[in-house]
């Protein structure tokens, strides 16, 4: 993603066209950030209820299968064991940066990684969120929230851009700051997975 | 002798400035609009899991930075 936005701004010959178009750029991925998480969160909610009209709204068995989910998913993240992580082999496709203007573009790309089901996800946390929205069929405006969120969010880490100057880096800045925070990711994942495991133990003593 | 002029490859040290102040601007502005939405989102189901989507959910968002 940090790549994608980058060489939106890089193909600007002159630095004050850069200075002009990132703001703009970066204002486009948080709109399309928030429609795409929107629209996937609008998609979720119609199966939601789906699954709410045939079964109910059963929130404590959904937190506990979330919790289970978290724990397979934590175990992984852990290196305990192997589990398949189905997800898209590829993110949102280049070509849409070479076919619209870069303010366009960015729109529409953030859609795309807002609607995060999509596309290629680094954590593994997406599936007890999954789990989660799922069994929210009561409150389908609030899963459309969530994931306008969860969509923003994704979008507004492009908002690290100027700071990291990675626009003006070699392609391998990037995955060699990926690489640097690889251990505290980690950490963080098992803490995010930890705290879904223990929502049913709060949901027994509310 | 003057001594040597550090320039930015990319732009004004001033431009830079502005950038990162717009930057800091839009990330406010997305957090305003975040803390709405959860807002709104919080009363609609139990507290717990409203809680565990709201936190996996948000950490999807940020683990995305640190993918390819």
Do not use: C
């Amino acid at each position: 993603m940090l790549h994608t936005i980058s060489l939106m701004v890089t193909r600007m010959p002159s630095p004050r066209e850069r200075e002009w178009l990132w703001p703009r750029i970066l204002t486009g991925f948080l709109v399309g950030g928030l429609v795409g998480g929107a629209a996937m969160g609008g998609l979720i909610a119609v199966v939601a209820r789906l699954i709410f009209y045939v079964v109910g709204a059963h929130p404590a068995a959904v937190a506990i299968a979330a919790a289970v989910v978290a724990a397979v998913y934590g175990g992984r993240a852990a290196g305990f064991w192997r589990v398949p992580k189905p997800q898209s082999p590829h993110q949102v496709p280049p070509a849409w940066r070479d076919i619209f203007s870069p303010v366009v573009a960015s729109v529409v790309y953030a859609a795309g990684l807002g609607a995060i089901y999509f596309t290629r996800i680094g954590s593994v946390a997406v599936y007890p969120l999954a789990i989660l929205l799922l069994g929210m069929g009561r409150a389908p405006i609030a899963i459309i929230e969530i994931m306008a969120v969860v969509g923003l969010v994704r979008a507004a880490t492009a908002l690290v851009g100027p700071y990291l100057h990675l626009d003006l880096g070699s392609r391998e800045a990037v995955p060699a700051m990926m690489e640097k925070y690889a251990s505290a990711l980690r950490r963080g994942e098992l803490l995010v997975l930890a705290a879904v495991i223990v929502a049913p133990v709060t949901m027994l003593l509310t | 002798m003057e001594p040597p002029v550090i320039r930015r490859s990319h732009g004004s040290l001033s431009g830079d400035r502005r950038l990162k102040a717009q930057s800091i601007a839009l990330a406010i502005a997305a957090g305003v609009v975040g803390l709405t939405l959860l807002t709104l989102s919080y009363n609609q189901v139990p507290a717990y899991l409203f809680a565990a989507a709201a936190l996996s959910g948000v950490w999807v968002g940020i683990a995305s930075l640190f993918s390819p």
